[in-house]
């Protein structure tokens, strides 16, 4: 296992990029709406069709962190089994985040693309 909070279970030793937990998060709750932790954390799992897994002592404090933010909210409520638990929702800065966050991956992704083409991005 990597020291990041959420890492490659098959032979990979690869950290997960600072930062993506955060927006991983933030889409989750732009896609389901309200979700408490555990909740999240299984989405994102299942997104990444099992390939990430969720170390929740870095779940919980990046949801505190992204509250303190103003880009989630939460309540509490009961869950599906019946169990008391914190439900999360996104805000309207964190949509504004998510906007955000996602031009810059994807300006990195493009930055990213030139290395890795055969080209090695010369022009």
């Not at 509490?76 to 914190?86: L, Y």
């Not at 805000?91 to 992704?109: F, H, L």
Request: include cysteine; proline fraction near 2%.
């Amino acid at each position: 296992m990597t020291s990041g909070s959420l890492y490659l279970p098959m032979s990979s030793k690869t950290d997960v990029w600072q930062g993506t937990l955060a927006l991983m998060v933030l889409k989750t709750l732009e896609r389901t709406g309200s979700l408490h932790g555990y909740g999240i954390a299984r989405q994102i799992e299942q997104t990444s069709a099992d390939l990430l897994s969720v170390n929740y002592g870095t779940l919980y404090p990046a949801l505190l962190k992204l509250e303190q933010e103003g880009c989630i909210s939460s309540e509490w409520g009961v869950s599906d089994n019946n169990r008391k638990a914190k439900y999360y929702q996104l805000t309207r800065v964190g949509r504004k985040q998510i906007a955000k966050e996602t031009q810059e991956w994807e300006q990195m992704t493009a930055i990213l693309a030139r290395f890795l083409s055969p080209e090695g991005g010369v022009a």
